[in-house]
């Protein structure tokens, strides 16, 4: 993609023309004329007045700006850049990419080539720049320049002369300074993009790519804590100016504090995707946040993946085979064997794998054995000789063949009776209360969860939330 002079132009070409006499030579008033008085309101772009000793090298620099658009060079150079950029564009795989990005830097050097005598002209420009109206100047021409032969530098160059100038309008300076850290992040100086970024921010701006690139710009120095703060902190301030957060903010988040191993900061950026981005691929993302961050025993795992069952986010052939060997772990083999026939349907398990036959065999027989017997131990777990531990695992019983209120009644029985994993039963009543529809009462429920399970229990929670309001 071809580098923008990304700030309004304060000075059009005429205007610019007009200032140093190029076009209108007898309209232009150095910095010691008469000056008329100016309105006392003026919304306009800045009124400059350049040095006499400045003039001769601005002067030079436009006509060289606008006569090297011309040169033949130039406009070979910038149609191999754009062939340059389509095929990255149009390219797949690691190779072609590599390829094509070798072809962009031939390019960039090609423009660069055709350009170094207008680059030359640069430092002694600044050079005879000594007033605001001259540094601001130079600088809209430095950026001019950039943007021509695609210099990051000479445009970062000339941003921070037209900021420093003191000329640029006070109001729009926060969105100048987005364009200095947006030049910063592409040149790979992350101090320098956290600086300006934030300061931007702070001015209130909020386009769509500032927040993850300010976060990134953190994570890539290798300051993953302070980033996840900032960014979180301007996803809050997009917030409360009434834009939707762009689901790449949270993405930037929750992929930086997945691999710094931050269970409790990645919950928090997957579980406000969730929110405001309740697709079937943010839902895998929120699970998987948890999967692999909390470490989680079989029976917390089970629950978990139950969550992949709710929101139809298993993505892969591994999500099933993970579902499938936790559920036979745990002896629920009605849940095992709607594992294999999902995952069948969906093309993610083969009928002729011998793990997917062999499951399929097993948690048939053991429906055909466990099912009948259903009714007589819910019975059993209802009469007084019936422990916590009896009437809980029946209660999993019930809650695996599809039978959620019952399930809860007696998880809810084994709780007053005590002596169990409470924290695991006051998840399973969350999840009975959630599959029956009761989507208020199991949030409530969930809220409850602490411990190791708290992580699964907020993602449930979230669904939840998102059931209720219709999601």
């Not at 008329?36 to 030079?60: H, I, R, T, Y």
């Not at 976060?215 to 302070?226: E, I, L, M, T, W």
């Not at 036959?357 to 027989?365: G, I, L, N, Q, Y």
């Amino acid at each position: 993609m071809f580098l923008k002079f990304r700030p309004a132009a304060l000075l059009s070409r005429s205007a610019l023309a007009l200032v140093l006499g190029v076009a209108a030579p007898m309209m232009f008033a150095p910095a010691n004329a008469v000056k008329e008085k100016k309105p006392a309101a003026d919304a306009g772009p800045p009124k400059v007045a350049v040095s006499k000793a400045f003039l001769p090298s601005a002067q030079a620099m436009m006509k060289a700006i606008d006569d090297g658009k011309k040169k033949p060079e130039v406009t070979a150079a910038m149609t191999s850049l754009e062939t340059a950029i389509a095929a990255y564009n149009a390219s797949s795989g690691a190779a072609a990419r590599k390829a094509a990005n070798a072809q962009i830097d031939a390019a960039n050097a090609q423009l660069g080539a055709a350009l170094a005598t207008e680059k030359g002209m640069v430092d002694p420009m600044f050079t005879a720049a000594t007033t605001p109206d001259d540094k601001f100047i130079a600088g809209q021409l430095s950026a001019q320049l950039g943007t021509l032969s695609q210099d990051r530098v000479l445009i970062r160059r000339g941003y921070t002369a037209m900021l420093d100038s003191g000329k640029y309008p006070v109001a729009d300076t926060p969105k100048l300074m987005n364009a200095i850290g947006d030049t910063c992040y592409d040149m790979k100086d992350y101090a320098c993009a956290q600086s300006y970024l934030g300061k931007a921010i702070d001015g209130g701006v909020m386009n769509a790519s500032i927040g993850a690139r300010l976060g990134d710009s953190y994570f890539k120095a290798n300051q993953v804590p302070q980033g996840l703060d900032v960014l979180w902190k301007a996803i809050q301030a997009r917030k409360a100016s009434g834009q939707p957060v762009p689901a790449e903010w949270y993405g930037t988040g929750l992929n930086a504090a997945f691999r710094a191993k931050l269970l409790d900061r990645a919950s928090a950026y997957s579980l406000a995707m969730v929110q405001d981005y309740p697709t079937t691929d943010n839902w895998a993302s929120a699970i998987n946040a948890v999967r692999y961050l909390a470490n989680y025993e079989p029976q917390e795992r089970m629950d978990l993946l139950r969550i992949m069952v709710a929101t139809g986010s298993f993505k892969e052939g591994s999500d099933y085979v993970e579902f499938i060997q936790t559920a036979d772990k745990l002896r629920l083999p009605a849940e095992e064997l709607a594992a294999v026939q999902a995952g069948l349907a969906s093309g993610k398990l083969q009928a002729n794998d011998v793990f997917v036959t062999e499951a399929r065999s097993v948690s048939t027989k053991q429906i055909a054995e466990e099912k009948p017997t259903l009714a007589a131990i819910e019975t059993k777990a209802k009469g007084p000789a019936a422990t916590a531990i009896s009437i809980a695992a029946t209660a999993d019983a019930l809650l695996s063949y599809g039978m959620p209120d019952r399930a809860e009644a007696l998880y809810a029985l084994a709780m007053q009776k005590g002596g169990v994993d409470a924290q695991r039963l006051t998840t399973r009543i969350g999840i009975a209360q959630f599959q029956q529809g009761k989507y208020a009462d199991a949030q409530a429920t969930f809220a409850k969860v602490t411990g190791t399970r708290q992580p699964m229990a907020a993602v449930w929670a979230a669904l939840a939330a998102s059931k209720a309001k219709g999601g």
